[in-house]
């Protein structure tokens, strides 16, 4: 039975000896920010039920005094950031954290996070013990390690890949990880699809699994999302809605809103190459081969027009540069950019001063909520939680949220192209020449008198 821990209590002492050292992937994990004083108490405290746990083996760890855990549709994977200052250290030690042990982050009773501990870090000084826990979810794996490559197999790696579905794929690719995938909203269909499945193609040495799977996701319209069980979901833009959303007067207590323009424009052009001088011979029914039918975003500066009374004219195009398909890409993307752009020229983040909406439920991305703001002209929308931070310190508890219109996460086009079967043979023959040519060397090398029929070279011949 795992043991409650109150860090109020005790001092956390640093974590036993650790073969870990630091690599290029520690870039990715969340920044630890600057350690405070620690807060006057009693500190401001969170509903009753909603304290942070963090689990670790049989230690279940309560009383953080700084907590910082974010989750959203573009934060792959969720990460946290958990602080505690003792103002008597020398205590025995009662808690041990190690980097790289396993861990659950609860709100009450409610997962919100399944992962690993990256680092610790423990600070001393007149004012205290300061410790901090930094972790992320089991997903890291996905954007840390290379793909292709299963335990016990390292020297037979697999870098040519073909798959029925996206589901099976990510299966494949994430089970050296222990993270299993799952499709809640269905499977995904691609815009443009070339025969039956996933096209054969190669990983790149270096790639991770995210690496590869991304722009499969995005051919398939889904999003990359980690779970709270810290598994793999692939689930199309949210259409689930909140109990409650967000008003001010209300339960907003401070919001910014952004609205930009310079990257709208009222007409897309879509094309399939940059460099049209090979489409110079006109194609039958007319057309110039590159380009395709535009479209328009009246919309975008409608009442709005130049100084000379004149409708505004912003033209963009929108290059595809695929060599199969492209007529369907160029068009797809172009209807996407301006959905995209209308999506990204509005944002709202606001605070509110509780992690639940009004049935319970913790804020969660991918979600619909209303938003009704009118001191910032967002009256009666519905928009799209797009990231959660979960806060809690010297000023309380509180959820900072971004919200945008859902066209802004729609997933970019994207077309997969067959690997070549031509250049696949090419690559197989130049591997088994230049396996042939080492094993001759290696021949040559450790009998260095031997010709090539195996016989010895030069000197008499025996017998004579």
Excluded at 101 to 109: E, N, P, Y
Aim: aromatic share 6%; proline share 8%.
């Amino acid at each position: 039975m795992a043991e409650d821990v109150i860090l109020d209590d005790v001092v956390v002492t640093a974590p036993r000896h650790s073969n870990a050292t630091t690599s290029d992937s520690a870039a990715s994990a969340p920044k630890l920010p600057p350690a405070s004083p620690p807060p006057a108490r009693p500190n401001p405290a969170a509903p009753p039920g909603d304290a942070l746990t963090l689990l670790i083996g049989d230690q279940r760890l309560q009383g953080w005094q700084e907590v910082h855990l974010t989750r959203g549709i573009e934060v792959f994977p969720s990460h946290f950031v958990l602080r505690v200052t003792e103002r008597t250290p020398g205590q025995p030690s009662k808690v041990s954290v190690d980097p790289g042990a396993t861990c659950k982050v609860l709100i009450g009773s409610d997962l919100v996070l399944t992962g690993y501990v990256d680092t610790y870090s423990s600070e001393v000084s007149p004012r205290g013990h300061t410790i901090t826990v930094v972790g992320r979810s089991q997903t890291e794996d996905l954007v840390d390690c290379a793909a292709g490559v299963k335990p016990g197999q390292e020297t037979k790696a697999t870098m040519t890949y073909s798959s029925p579905t996206l589901l099976l794929l990510a299966q494949d690719l994430c089970t050296p990880f222990g993270i299993t995938v799952s499709e809640p909203d269905g499977e995904g269909t691609p815009l443009v699809s070339i025969g039956d499945g996933i096209p054969q193609f190669t990983i790149q040495l270096g790639q991770t699994a995210y690496d590869v799977l991304e722009p499969i996701a995005r051919w398939k319209q889904m999003l990359m999302l980690d779970g709270t069980d810290g598994n793999l979901q692939l689930a199309k833009v949210g259409t689930k809605r909140a109990a409650s959303g967000f008003t001010m007067p209300g339960n907003v207590e401070d919001a910014k809103v952004g609205f930009r323009k310079q990257e709208r424009f009222t007409i897309y052009l879509p094309a399939a190459f940059a460099f049209d001088a090979a489409f110079e011979v006109q194609p039958v029914g007319g057309g110039s081969g590159n380009y395709y039918a535009p479209v328009l975003d009246d919309a975008a500066f409608k009442s709005q027009p130049r100084a000379d009374s004149q409708p505004r004219y912003r033209p963009h195009f929108v290059v595809s540069e695929q060599n199969i398909g492209g007529i369907y890409l160029a068009e797809f993307r172009a209807k996407w950019e301006k959905s995209r752009r209308y999506g990204r020229s509005q944002a709202v983040t606001l605070t509110v001063s509780t992690w639940r909406d009004s049935a319970g439920t913790l804020w969660t991305p991918n979600t619909l909520a209303t938003v009704d703001l009118p001191a910032l002209k967002l009256a009666g929308l519905e928009w799209l939680i797009s990231e959660v931070t979960f806060l809690r310190g010297s000023n309380g508890t509180r959820a900072v949220i971004t919200l945008m219109p859902p066209e802004a996460f729609t997933p970019e086009p994207s077309l997969l192209t067959a690997f070549d079967p031509q250049i696949a043979q090419a690559q197989g023959e130049a591997l088994r020449t230049s396996k042939q040519v080492l094993t001759d060397n290696s021949r040559s090398i450790s009998n260095p008198g031997a010709g090539a029929n195996g016989n010895a070279r030069g000197g008499d011949a025996p017998g004579i």
